[in-house]
């Protein structure tokens, strides 16, 4: 009986915290401008996530079920990071997906907040906090499971 507790305590802690990051890790990254600056740009919980490196909670954020065709871009900047062909159902309750559309328009940094090892996702072009990258997604795709928050993300419907 001891044991389940333990699991489920430890499951609910992976999942409370699985795409979640500490601001602290923010010297780690460099901003392409000031916060200030993307306070004017963003909406609260785009600087949130983005800037002060938060999270949404899972299962309820725009994109975790969505189905739809199209491309996910950066609510920052209106790149291209991710695409639906790459998006995958993890059961984490962010959108996940195999792999970014283009490599170079993330930066992977290493992550240790809340005593776990993980590999921040960041947009390249701005600094900006994505998510976490971790490598337990689907092994007939690469194997990596990119956990975004929706409010880093735009969806374009194709």
Known sequence: ?????????ILF????????NSSGQDAKR??????????????????HIMV??????????DYWNNHQKGVYVSAATGEV???????????TGWPSFVKP?????VTIVHDDSY??????????STGLHLGHVFDDGPANRGGKRYCM?????KFIKK
């Open 101 to 105: 559309v283009d490599s170079k328009k």
């Open 52 to 61: 002060e490196s938060g999270t949404e909670p899972p299962y309820k954020n």
């Open 149 to 153: 928050n929706s409010g880093a993300l």
């Open 30 to 47: 460099k901003l392409s401008k000031p916060a200030e600056e993307w306070k004017k740009t963003l909406t609260p919980n785009q600087y």
């Open 81 to 91: 990071l991710f695409s639906s062909d790459d998006k995958f159902d993890s059961g």
């Open 115 to 124: 005593g776990m090892s993980r590999d921040e996702v960041i947009e390249k």
């Open 13 to 20: 802690v992976v999942t409370a915290f699985g795409c979640q």
């Open 1 to 9: 009986m001891k044991r389940s507790i333990l699991v489920i305590a």
